[in-house]
């Protein structure tokens, strides 16, 4: 349930006239806050796990607690973002019952300024109860970030998101106790929105999990887990947890994203390797980074070309066998050893039927997993997976794979939830407006600054595409290039490693032989992304001259990385039309200037005749015979 | 707000309707050529399942037709004509497959008056004996023709649906206007708000970006300004809008000013556009001289501000196109300025001048010797000077963070990348060149032969 178990008074709510959108909150046994919208938590005394990952507070929980010692320079009290828009299960704050009093783990860049710590000193001096206090935390407005821009972005999909309750209006005085923006504590059940909550299997499967990458990593072995289940059961939720667990522990932990349609910390259409050393607090499309490593693959479903997609997956696994599994091993000695070692969680996509299960098996073999995730129901069999052969060619060199079940949970009602088109479509807005400038009080998202406004970067092909521009799977003639290209999405494809001698050329299909183990040396290597999803515009060509061969691209990258860029790539990755238009503007009649009738790609026009819709796949047709058994089960 | 367009793979109605005349093209060659561009479509998405089947066909049939020698077997175009019909037949019905339980293909082809042939042949196709190919070619045939008839002819004429919407409201005030004028309503304010509420759904369909291009071009259509009968046009240079018709017209035009700032300037200068003398439909009709007669009469009335319909005009956007196409017509309005404006006379008399010589010895070429002369370097020193010239405001801006990649750029002009200049950049849709246009995205292949090795075709 979203329900927040807490009662604002102002002694556990306790605020400054000096600092308007900062609130200190005490909270005690069986309290919890459950909230809708983003907000900075910094703990300061006790500590408290979301989604997995235990934040602590440099100050112990016991009978004399001495608040001054904030006041030392040497403790940092670390922030972290948290986001729990309405379209996920709302994140609860609520204090560990039996805190840890192990050493502070700062993974956040920000930090509680001297004033702002000075503030919560005063406030908390003036606290006249400390008794039974389990948790204090720092909450400080973030509406800043500009997170919330999105609703206007795409206002039919993307409506109270973050600002706003969905149905019922919440209790205003409560509310009004912290005063702060896009912070809408929940006090009162309210239709759609759910609380994040994870089974009992899920959490044992966690524990015993990160209890024995530790046991491997002393003897420098790092786990490696694999998450295989149906779409739609919860595999993104519990990565993201796994990975939260993993860095109460770990320093960095890496992960493999092969979900095309719904990745992690990308766009769709990209498999990818990112290197965690931060805790994720929120869906994917609020903490999307640049990864270590990524292949374009071009579309939300591996389905046209399997061996491509695997052999981008079976890089990305040796990147991360090469590059990051056991860095800095060479000047270790056996106590510290295992602090070098960065575990691995793969995620796998959701396509268990048929050939996807194929594709399936191929990954284990390569991956070699220490443990196996499966998601599974006893009740509703169809929503499982087909079982994993235990045989011989799926078993680790050192290790046999473990293999653990965990439930699907109860699923919530659907309606509420966004469909994977839609998600795919806030990944890429989102990926779009970043403005990759993680810094306190300035926009996270610049999403006032609608992409048909922005300046785009210039390309001049001739120049810059050495590699050309690969077309995946279609049957486009090269004089229709141009009609092909223009304002669609591409993938920026570059060279991963500088050194000429061990270029990475992934739209090679000879490219196995090519990437072996002499080759890439891996010391040396930069950690250049070599691909990257892009828009781009085209500028006329009335022929093939250097003067002229320019196109127009859209990209959140940056210059250096611009550089590197060889090649481009289209596969059938759409637009969504919302990155199209300018949402700062009413105009019914134009945009940007150009009447509606003349801008290229949009109608508002009415449809008709027979076959005017594109194809859609409609999967949940029953037959006739269907009916029937439906029936006498009924009657049964 | 504003509804959410649909996406479409072509960049507009030009390029869809000639598509459609491609593939339903005599010329094999055309035919291709609409394939092709089919092809380019679904690599963009969001194609219409008639337009991928009609483009399928017309691909099936041309392998028939071109291949007639040994390159393809019989058994080979069966089994690609039965694959054509099988997701033909099954793209069409699968949309219409409404409820939890699938309803046959027949009821449902029914429904969309498909010939129940079509789906007997996609039956036989999937898991009876494959169609003989006579039965197959003439399915094909029929099937394009059904397509034509109930696909691609029941697209409306899109795009001019917007011109139709505002024609019809500018035509309800003119008769409307015309009645009550007619009736001599005593009570002003109650035809006032007659008209004006016919002229809010103006505001609607019309903004002030797209006056150039939508209001205006109506309002000079025959039968709105210009009357449609002949003798109701002018008949001389000295004729003069009489009164009735600005009766009618003025509270229109002044409606029109007050909503759109711009509109008195827009519409002068669309106006001057439209005289010429080469435009022989034009000219027969007496049309150049009835938008000649609203010139000046807009003109003459913007001098006396008697009754000032545009608050304010920029005389200039009258002048410029008079003198940059001197005729008789823009002669006639020249005359007005110069009888008006006494600082424009000094400035222009000399000019018109010319333009009398011009128009009196039209005939008399003029000898080469007469012109004046102007030399490479000449050109050169003045080009020099202006590009100067236009610098000099840009040095005045301080450099700040937005412009800052352009001197990241500036060192690196071998590089590939570099950001469009800031200066010139102007917000546009996707897809359109800061100007607002398409760019021309075809690509002449022939004209270079390393071109193939451009595209690396990935499969």
């Given at each position: ?636 | ?393 840009l040095e005045s801006v301080p450099m700040d963070m937005t412009t800052q990649p352009l ?43 390393d071109a193939e090795s451009f595209v690396n075709k990935y499969l």
């Amino acid at each position: 349930m979203a329900i927040s178990q807490f009662t604002p008074t102002r002694l556990n709510v306790l605020r400054s006239e000096e600092a308007p959108g900062l609130c200190l909150v005490i909270m005690r046994r069986d309290e919890s806050i459950c909230f809708q919208g983003c907000i900075l938590v910094a703990p300061i005394l006790g500590s408290i796990t979301i989604m997995n990952h235990t934040l602590r507070g440099p100050i112990p929980i016991s009978y004399n607690i001495r608040f001054t010692d904030l006041l030392d320079e040497n403790v940092t009290i670390p922030y972290y973002p948290l986001f729990s828009p309405s379209s996920d299960g709302l994140l609860k704050l609520e204090p560990d019952r039996w805190p840890t009093e192990s050493e502070l783990n700062a993974r956040s860049s920000i930090k509680v300024t001297k004033d702002e710590k000075r503030i919560a000193i005063e406030l908390l001096n003036q606290l006249m109860d400390t008794d039974d206090i389990l948790l204090i935390i720092i909450l400080r407005e973030m509406a800043w970030c500009g997170v919330d821009g999105i609703e206007r972005v795409a206002p039919s999909l993307y409506k109270n998101l973050f600002s706003g309750q969905v149905g019922q209006e919440v209790n205003a005085d409560a509310e009004d106790l912290f005063r702060l923006r896009l912070f809408h504590p929940i006090f009162e059940s309210t239709p759609g929105l759910f609380a994040l909550s994870s089974t009992e299997t899920w959490t044992g499967a966690i524990n015993q999990f990160v209890a024995e990458a530790v046991q491997l990593a002393s003897r420098s072995i790092p786990a490696i887990s694999i998450t295989y289940g149906q779409k739609n059961v919860g595999k993104s939720t519990f990565s993201r947890m796994l990975i939260n667990a993993l860095l109460n522990i770990f320093p960095k932990v890496a992960y493999v994203e092969s979900d095309v349609g719904q990745s992690e910390f990308t766009p769709a259409g990209l498999v990818s390797l990112t290197v965690c050393e931060s805790p994720l607090f929120g869906p994917s499309f609020t903490h999307l980074s640049q990864p270590y490593r990524s292949y374009f693959i071009g579309d939300t479903k591996p389905r046209d070309d399997p061996d491509y997609y695997l052999t981008c997956l079976n890089e990305l696994v040796n990147v991360y066998r090469h590059e990051i599994a056991m860095e800095r091993m060479g000047h270790m000695d056996e106590d510290t050893r295992s602090q070098g070692i960065v575990p691995l969680i793969f995620n796998a996509h959701g396509w268990t039927k048929g050939l996807g299960h194929d594709i399936f098996l191929e990954i284990i073999k390569f991956l070699n997993p220490t443990h196996i995730f499966q998601f599974h129901s006893p009740t509703n069999l169809y929503r499982n997976c087909p079982t994993i052969p235990t045989t011989s060619d799926i078993q680790h060199k050192d290790y046999l794979p473990k293999h653990i079940l965990i439930d699907i949970p109860d699923s919530v009602s659907s309606s509420t939830r966004l469909t994977p088109h839609t998600r795919r479509t806030l990944n890429f807005l989102s990926y779009f407006y970043a403005s990759n400038l993680l810094e306190l009080n300035s926009p996270w998202w610049d999403y006032n600054n609608p992409l048909v406004y922005r300046v785009p970067w210039c390309l001049n092909w001739k120049k810059g595409l050495s590699k050309g521009v690969i077309l995946i799977n279609s049957d486009v003639s090269l004089s229709h290039l141009l009609y092909a290209l223009n304002g669609s999405v591409v993938g920026l494809i570059g060279d991963a490693v500088v050194d000429k001698e061990a270029v990475v050329e992934v739209c090679d299909e000879d490219k196995e032989d090519r990437y072996n183990n002499e080759k890439i040396n891996v010391t040396e290597s930069v950690g250049a992304v070599s691909w990257n999803n892009c828009q781009k515009r085209i500028m006329p060509d009335r022929s093939i001259s250097p003067s002229t061969n320019t196109l127009h691209i859209l990209t959140p990258v940056s210059y250096t990385t611009l550089r590197k860029v060889t090649a481009i790539m289209k596969g059938s990755l759409e637009l969504p039309v919302w990155a199209m238009l300018d949402h700062n503007s009413k105009s019914s009649t134009h945009l940007c200037g150009v009447p509606w009738e003349r801008v290229p790609y949009l109608s508002l026009d009415p449809t008709g005749g027979v076959g005017h819709s594109p194809t859609s796949v409609r999967k949940n047709l029953m037959r006739r015979g269907q009916q029937k058994q439906q029936g006498s089960k009924r009657d049964a | 707000m504003p509804p959410v367009p649909r996406m479409v793979p072509w960049t507009g109605p030009e390029e869809y309707d000639q598509v459609y005349q491609w593939l339903y093209s005599a010329e094999s060659r055309l035919r291709k050529l609409g394939i092709q561009h089919v092809k380019m479509w679904m690599s963009r998405g969001k194609v219409p399942h008639a337009i991928l089947s009609t483009a399928s066909f017309v691909e099936v049939q041309l392998r028939d037709e071109l291949c007639y020698d040994e390159t393809i077997s019989q058994h080979e175009l069966q089994l690609l004509y039965s694959m054509t019909f099988t997701r033909f037949v099954n793209g069409m019905v699968d949309p219409e497959q409404q409820g939890v339980y699938a309803t046959s293909i027949a009821t449902l082809a029914a429904k969309l008056q498909m010939p129940l042939w079509f789906v007997e042949l996609r039956h036989m196709g999937t898991h009876e004996h494959l169609p003989s190919l006579v039965i197959l070619r003439k399915g094909c045939r029929q099937a394009l023709e059904w397509l034509n008839i109930n696909y691609w002819m029941s697209q409306k004429p899109l795009f001019s649906q917007r011109l139709n919407e505002i024609r019809d409201v500018v035509l309800e005030y003119k008769r409307t206007k015309k009645r009550l004028l007619k009736e001599q309503m005593s009570d002003e304010s109650q035809s006032l708000a007659t008209t004006n509420k016919i002229l809010k759904k103006l505001n609607k369909l019309v903004s002030l970006e797209i006056i150039s291009e939508s209001l205006i071009p109506v309002l000079l259509e025959v039968g709105i300004l210009v009357p449609t009968g002949y003798d109701k046009r002018a008949q001389s240079l000295d004729y003069e809008i009489p009164t009735d018709r600005s009766l009618l017209w003025h509270p229109f035009l002044y409606y029109c000013y007050t909503t759109w700032s711009r509109f008195g300037d827009e519409i002068l200068s669309a106006m001057c556009e439209r005289l010429s003398e080469e435009d022989d439909e034009y000219e027969q009709n007496n049309y150049s001289l009835t938008i000649v007669a609203w010139i000046k009469h807009l003109l003459i009335i913007h001098y006396k501000q008697s009754a000032p319909i545009f608050g304010s005009i920029e005389v200039e956007g009258v002048l410029e196109p008079c003198l940059r196409r001197p005729n008789v017509y823009t002669r006639s309005i020249l005359q007005v300025l110069l009888d008006y404006d006494n600082v424009l006379e000094r400035s222009v008399t000399p000019f018109v001048k010319y333009i009398d010589k011009m128009l009196t010895m039209k005939c008399t070429p003029v000898p080469i010797s007469d012109l004046p002369r102007i030399t490479d370097e000449e050109l050169n020193n003045e080009i020099v000077e202006l590009t100067t010239k236009a610098r000099r405001p840009l040095e005045s801006v301080p450099m700040d963070m937005t412009t800052q990649p352009l001197t990241q750029t500036d060192n690196q002009t071998e590089t590939s990348w570099k950001l469009y200049d800031i200066n010139d950049w102007k917000p546009c849709p996707i897809g359109c060149l800061p100007n607002g246009h398409i760019p021309s995205l075809e690509l002449s292949v022939t004209t270079n032969e390393d071109a193939e090795s451009f595209v690396n075709k990935y499969l």
